[in-house]
Nanobody, 125 residues
């Protein structure tokens, strides 16, 4: 069992920055890949970033590459998403998830076994 809790969302103007945090509890955290996804109203959950268990490998789609950075601190059981140059289209609920070793792709939300409750990010134009 893994519990995840996101924080750090809020309202920001276009061009601004936010740093999301996700704290994990339960099973050994530093053995698993972690990911951030987002979901806007009426849309499917969308991959934002993922990071390997060691933090040595990261993944992100072109839509956020160069603007968003994922990182982790295994000692604190934390995963972070630094978001810069935010755009109105980044508005969504952001979720962190843990991949307990699924053979699926890190970009697929079905690869993740546990999710947090989400944190709202709203970017005004």
């Amino acid at each position: 069992q893994v519990q995840l809790e996101e924080s750090g969302g809020g309202l920001v103007q276009a061009g601004g920055s936010l740093r999301l945090s996700c704290v994990a509890s339960g099973r050994t955290f530093n053995s698993y890949s972690m990911g951030w996804f987002r979901q806007a109203p009426g849309k499917e959950r969308e991959f934002v970033a993922a990071i390997s268990w060691s933090g040595g490998i990261t993944y992100s789609p072109n839509s956020v590459k160069g603007r968003f950075t994922i990182s982790r601190d295994n000692a604190k059981k934390m995963v972070y998403l630094q978001m810069n140059s935010l755009k109105p289209e980044d508005t969504a609920v952001y979720y962190c998830g843990v991949d307990l070793g699924s053979p699926g792709r890190v970009q697929d939300p079905r690869s993740y076994s546990y999710w947090g409750q989400g944190t709202q990010v709203t970017v005004s134009s």
